[in-house]
């Protein structure tokens, strides 16, 4: 029989577990309604230093200092991310109009196999049909999906009178949150008992401590992977470099695909038109960006929110498994979680 002690950790645990995807699952689901107030929250939290900095040295009010750094925030937000679509769409118009058609590709195809036969010698012709369905399966289904991600990198571009009331919004938001930050928190505070309220602080500053550590480690791996990509393709003279290296870095999201899917059909049309240095290349920087990302996405996630690089792989992995991208934010949440409610004997 189990010691009573471990059947009552496991009862705390089970409760944990269930509510802790209860609360997940509902914030998913109303993500689409809460997003201009969680921008806004996760901008206040991230200006608060800023402005208790401000009201010290200058002397000015929550109000002032929180108006400041708020338009501070949004103004160099706004800039980049103009400057970002503003290549991005031209890029991408771009590479929409050149992408081939599948009776085209299967002509790309056929010839770079019968390029190879004569380079290989005579192949059993059986096993040419069968590769040749298999490539043309694959880039295929490549290229209908690059030009999905395309065609919706384009469909936001458009959304953009959309996000601009959600960024209205968020700004407002923000500004009203960061002026009334320490209001809302006594209000908050102010439902528990004194020592329910000493241990519901620690856990909000351990929770809000690591999540905006997991935030920022996944926006510098996926940081690195844009500026590794960037480089590369700019080193390589690869055409829309800005565009392909922003998708790499969003499919670097994905599980067993990722940038590989950007990757396969470039080397494969390097070769076709007889550019075997840069295929060559393409081939040596994926190696190297999918290395450098085993190497430091762990590390990186595993330092920043104090997990054992193990338990961070293993999250990573199995969510990815699970459920892709969610599945994998739904792994690691539950681990910072279940860190934060030990860290302060909850469980």
């Known amino acids: 029989m189990l010691d009573k002690l471990y059947i009552n950790k496991f009862k705390k645990f089970g409760i944990f577990l269930v509510s802790f995807t209860i609360l997940f699952v509902l914030f998913f689901l109303t993500l689409k309604y809460t997003v201009p107030f969680v921008l806004g929250f996760i901008i206040a939290l991230s200006t608060k230093r800023a402005n208790l900095f401000l009201q010290r040295k200058l002397k000015i009010s929550s109000g002032l200092s929180s108006i400041i750094t708020t338009s501070i925030v949004f103004a160099v937000l706004g800039v980049v991310i103009i400057l970002l679509v503003y ?24 010839k770079f196999l019968l390029e190879i036969t004569d380079i290989i010698g005579q192949i059993d012709p059986k096993v040419v049909n069968k590769l040749y369905e298999y490539l043309q399966t694959l880039l295929s289904g490549l290229l209908g999906i690059g030009i999905r991600v395309l065609n919706k990198i384009l469909s936001i571009v458009l ?30 505070y102010s439902i ?95 190696l190297f960006i999918t290395i450098m990302r085993q ?38 949440s539950l681990l910072v979680a279940y860190k934060v409610l030990v860290k302060v004997n909850v469980i």
Request: hydrophobic share 55%.
């Open 87 to 110: 290549k991005a769409t031209a890029e991408t118009i771009l590479l929409l109009s050149k992408i081939p058609s599948i009776d085209n590709l299967s002509l790309y195809i056929e």
């Open 159 to 188: 959304s953009l009178p959309s996000m601009f009331i959600i960024a209205i919004i968020s700004f407002i938001a923000t500004y009203f949150i960061s002026k009334d930050y320490s209001l809302f928190s006594s209000k908050f």
């Open 192 to 286: 528990f008992s004194s020592e329910g309220k000493i241990k519901m602080k620690s856990i909000v500053e351990s929770s809000i401590s690591m999540t905006i550590g997991y935030a920022k480690a996944y926006m510098i791996v996926l940081f690195i992977t844009f500026v590794q990509t960037f480089i590369g393709f700019s080193l390589l003279n690869i055409n829309y470099s800005l565009i392909l290296s922003i998708i790499c870095a969003v499919l670097d999201l994905l599980p067993v695909v990722g940038t590989i899917m950007i990757y396969i059909p470039l080397i494969i049309y390097n070769f076709y038109i007889g550019r075997t240095f840069i295929a060559i290349g393409l081939i040596i920087l994926y």
């Open 295 to 332: 190497i430091i996405e762990p590390k990186i996630v595993s330092t920043t929110l104090d997990l054992h690089p193990i338990l961070t792989l293993a999250a990573i992995f199995i969510g990815l498994k699970v459920s892709g991208f969610v599945g994998m934010i739904y792994f690691i």
